[in-house]
């Protein structure tokens, strides 16, 4: 027997991925005490049924201690299993040492959920220079790829679309997304000077001037990859870009700033937000039935 468990704010995905695996769906009974400590309670019967435990992982800081309590309390109420579903999952980009003395925290925090849950199921984990979970994670480890969901949302919506990465890691999700939607793309080259900088340098589009573009990339954080593709288009005389991504991160204003640039932002709702026009439950679910 299985029972999908939402952390707060996780609800909405809980409650498609029960439905569509027919489980029950759990309570969690949380709070913070005055001094801001977390108050957590599994107020579901657990005892011998496996618990999938849904938690996307945007601001991770603000959640981590929490995760980890309620995983602890559902294995002190006898859950056979327990594992966690985080449709985003955080700290991946920090994962290598760039300067002396950081810490590579993409490590780190695969290590630490390790610890607490039996297998992980996500969605599109940033891995650049980690080329796979396992390399990190000690648990199983299950991926759901959001491309195809985006090619064919671009399919049914997009006409006469170009797709473009604006970066050389996004080459991964723009070729994918392009062969699903029966689109050409291009990959810009980005260069990050610092947290909130980015350089972008545009192929030549002269061959698809008549085309919309659709820039695609894994995750808007402070936005500034999109914005500035999106500044390099509309100099290019481009018609106004879609803008899609997996992961709706958006830091503080960034979504104002690009919603202004572009035809329309479209995301996934591996983290639930205004944006968000493709569901990945179905994905979600599938893993977890494996
Ligand atoms: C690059 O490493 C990622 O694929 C995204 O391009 C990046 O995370 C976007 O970040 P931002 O929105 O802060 O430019």
Known sequence: MRVILPM???ETMARALARRLDAELGVLDWRRFPDQEAYVRIASDVRDKHVHIVCTLANPDAKILTLIFAAAAARECGAQSVHLVAPYLAYMRQDRRFEPGEAVSATHFARLLSQHFDSLITVDPHLHRIGDLKDVFSIPTRVGAA?????????????APLIIGPDQESEQWAAEVARRAGAPHVVASKHRTGD???????????????RRPVLVDDIIS????????????????????YCLAIHAVFAAGAFDTLARLTERVVTTDTIAHASNAISVSDTLARLIEA
């Open 8 to 10: 707060p704010d996780n």
């Open 147 to 159: 491309a195809p969901l985006l090619g064919d949302w671009i399919g049914r919506n997009v006409d």
């Open 196 to 210: 909130e900088h980015v350089r972008v340098e545009m192929p030549d589009l002269a061959t698809w001037s008549s």
């Open 222 to 241: 402070s936005g500034r990859t999109m914005i500035e593709a999106s500044h390099l288009l509309a100099a290019r005389a481009m018609a106004r870009p």
